[in-house]
């Protein structure tokens, strides 16, 4: 049987992980060991146990003890189960978008650059997309859209993040990536002379003069391409672009010249797929 533990008090240490550490504090929780995250919802938790990651704690109201937190008692007899009144745990800032349920997580390492590419032909490289929502839509549509796997810059949102796992509806556990030393990447940094070296083409999702549209036969039939997106605000940098073997618009209309990166990426994504690959 789990070990179910009663919680009458807000402040009760406990609720400490869950209530009041930011993403920041729990990712460098355990230093120097790997720190952990909080995922929410039993889809997004059952996601993220199935690609391996080990749960430290759970934390249900009482009123879904039964619907969302039975399945994981057996499971894990080891793992406290928190519990609590519904009226305790809306002090939990956005605990009501948990769908009742929510677990502490270890981390796992992160995959080297040239491990997360083997056998990859369509990745995506996103480059400090700094919006939580942002990365995690992103997952989703890159799960969905034959993107193989996912290469974030240092300054992005970290996929973990609970807002960014919980918009990719748990994607994050299920598309291989990593995050990369530089901030910024340039023609000369270590990252993008490693994927040169494994065969990859790279384009600069950006609007230039000299920008082919994101249907250009020659561009949909590279046999390794990594897609690059740039922030909310600024996009791609001069010296990314100018790094990238091709800069790729959408075209659009109505005297629209942009998208969301969201859904820029979907768009993106949809078009130089593996699925417009002939093998």
């Not at 355990?30 to 929410?40: N, S, V």
């Not at 996929?159 to 901030?183: C, D, H, K, N």
């Amino acid at each position: 049987m789990s070990q179910l533990i009663e919680i009458t008090d807000f402040s009760d240490p406990a609720l400490d992980i869950y209530a009041r550490l930011n993403e920041t504090q729990l990712l460098h929780f355990r230093e120097p060991d790997l720190g952990i995250f909080i995922a929410e919802s039993p889809k997004v938790i059952e996601r993220a146990l199935q690609a391996g990651f080990k749960p430290i704690s759970f934390l249900v109201a009482k009123e879904d003890l039964v619907k969302d937190a039975s399945p994981f008692f057996d499971r894990y007899p080891d793992v406290p189960f928190y519990t609590a009144d519904l009226n305790i745990l809306t002090h939990l800032t956005g605990f009501q978008l948990t769908r009742g349920l929510l677990c502490a997580m270890e981390r796992l390492p992160l995959p080297s650059l040239e491990s997360l590419c083997e056998g990859t032909r369509r990745i995506a490289i996103l480059q400090q997309i700094n919006n939580p929502t942002n990365v995690g839509a992103i997952f989703r549509s890159a799960a969905a859209l034959n993107i193989d796997a996912v290469v974030l810059t240092k300054g992005c949102s970290n996929p973990l993040y609970r807002r960014s796992a919980r918009v990719s509806m748990g994607t994050v556990f299920q598309i291989p990536w990593t995050i990369l030393p530089e901030e910024v990447l340039t023609g000369d940094c270590e990252s993008m002379t490693t994927l040169r070296s494994l065969g990859f083409k790279t384009a600069s999702m950006a609007l230039n003069d000299i920008s082919v549209s994101v249907d250009d036969e020659t561009l949909m039939q590279e046999d390794r391409l990594a897609i690059f997106l740039g922030n909310e605000g600024d996009g791609l940098g001069d010296e990314t672009i100018a790094a990238c073997d091709y800069t790729v618009m959408i075209p659009m209309s109505h005297g629209v010249d942009s998208l969301n990166v969201a859904a820029a990426s979907a768009v993106a994504f949809w078009q130089l797929g593996n699925r417009n690959q002939q093998r």
